[in-house]
Nanobody, 126 residues
Framework: QLHLVESEGGSVQPGGSLRLSCAGSGVAFRGTYCMGWFRQTPGKDREAVAIIYSGDDTINYSDSVLGRFTISLDNAKNVVDLRMNDLKSEDTGTYYC??????????????????WGQGTQVTVSS
């Protein structure tokens, strides 16, 4: 059974940077899993911000984070990172790491069965 644990988020001022990490245990990501970072804000549906497919390193980002966020996968450590630069107030939310063996990166979709981390809070405020 795949178990995902995110690192602690944090609070930053607008324009600042944060890095989130997600460590997987129980199953290796390499070659078969799609990994994603999602976020949820009050009153809104959970949205995908970045997806990477471990089989060929295909990556896609939501328009709202393109050019500011970078997703990366370390297969040796079974860790997926999300580096966030030039953070804006609208980036505030709970961020979740997710994994699935079925996905459509171009659509920013992970299909069932999707495994989720516990979520970590990111707050961008002056």
């Amino acid at each position: 059974q795949l178990h995902l644990v995110e690192s602690e988020g944090g609070s930053v001022q607008p324009g600042g940077s944060l890095r989130l990490s997600c460590a997987g245990s129980g199953v290796a990501f390499r070659g078969t899993y799609c990994m994603g970072w999602f976020r949820q804000t009050p009153g809104k549906d959970r949205e995908a911000v970045a997806i990477i497919y471990s089989g060929d390193d295909t990556i896609n980002y939501s328009d709202s984070v393109l050019g500011r966020f970078t997703i990366s996968l370390d297969n040796a450590k079974n860790v997926v990172d999300l580096r966030m630069n030039d953070l804006k107030s609208e980036d505030t939310g709970t961020y979740y790491c997710a994994a699935s063996q079925s996905c459509a990166p171009a659509l920013l979709v992970l299909y069932p069965t999707t495994h989720w981390g516990q979520g970590t809070q990111v707050t961008v405020s002056s």
